[in-house]
């Protein structure tokens, strides 16, 4: 089965320009994660949907990033105007409850962003 | 505090050594916890689900303390391929959110 796909792996762009990350998570699974990682922050979640529904965004960093789950197939995380700061490993992750232990999380190999 | 915190590391140990990693959580009303495995520039995947009861895989032991709020993971007969960094995880009620720890960074010398 093919695991959680994220495009672009690498993307360098220039401050002030916008970025959109895409992933398809896994079929069947029903919740979907976006998770932010840098050195000094470790990994932080951004922002999850359920069923398409963005249940918590309180990780969204500032007005600048938005998040969009418009089928089960398919989510982007948009970056506008994106800025250095924002250089990090973005992984999409998806999970589907998996009974009494709840739900196991599978990663996508992230999107490497560089903003220079 | 934060809502699930780990020891800084980083551990260095040689091959064959046994090396023990801890995390502690907050949130008295989790359900689930998990050990990942990251390696260098890769994504993170999951290395052992914690049972109550404590559970083994090969090398790998993990214990969970409800009361104390803590979990534990155990690796014995360390490997140069243990080498990673090792990221404690809870997941909240309702399973909808999941909290990583900082991460464990293990390095393993021969």
């Known amino acids: 089965d093919a695991g959680v796909i994220q495009s672009p792996r690498h993307e360098v762009t220039e401050m002030g320009q916008e970025v959109t990350l895409r992933c398809k998570p896994i079929?069947?699974?029903?919740?979907l994660f976006w998770y932010r990682q840098t050195m000094m922050r470790g990994l932080e979640l951004l922002i999850y949907f359920n069923n398409n529904v963005p249940i918590d965004d309180s990780g969204m960093p500032e007005d600048r990033f938005s998040a969009k789950m418009p089928n089960a197939s398919f989510s982007t995380l948009k970056i506008q105007p994106s800025e250095p700061r924002d250089s990090a490993v973005y992984f999409c992750?998806?999970?589907?409850?998996?009974?009494?232990?709840?739900?196991?999380?599978?990663f996508g190999e992230g999107s490497w962003l560089t903003v220079v | 505090r934060k809502e699930v915190e780990q020891d800084p590391g980083p551990f260095n140990v040689p091959e064959g050594a046994t090396v023990a990693f801890n995390c502690t959580y907050s949130n008295s009303a989790s359900q689930s916890f998990f050990w990942y495995r990251q390696d260098c520039r890769k994504e993170p995947k999951l290395l052992m689900s914690?049972?109550?009861s404590g559970n083994e895989d090969g090398r790998f032991t993990a214990q969970l303390n409800r009361a104390s709020q803590y979990i534990s993971l155990l690796i014995r007969d360390s490997k140069l391929s243990d080498s990673a960094t090792y990221l404690c995880v809870v997941n909240s009620t309702g399973g909808f959110k999941t909290i990583f720890g900082a991460g464990t960074r293990l390095f393993v010398k021969a």
């Open positions: 914690v049972y109550s």
């Open positions: 992750a998806s999970s589907r409850p998996s009974g009494a232990n709840g739900n196991t999380i599978y």
């Open positions: 079929s069947g699974h029903n919740s």
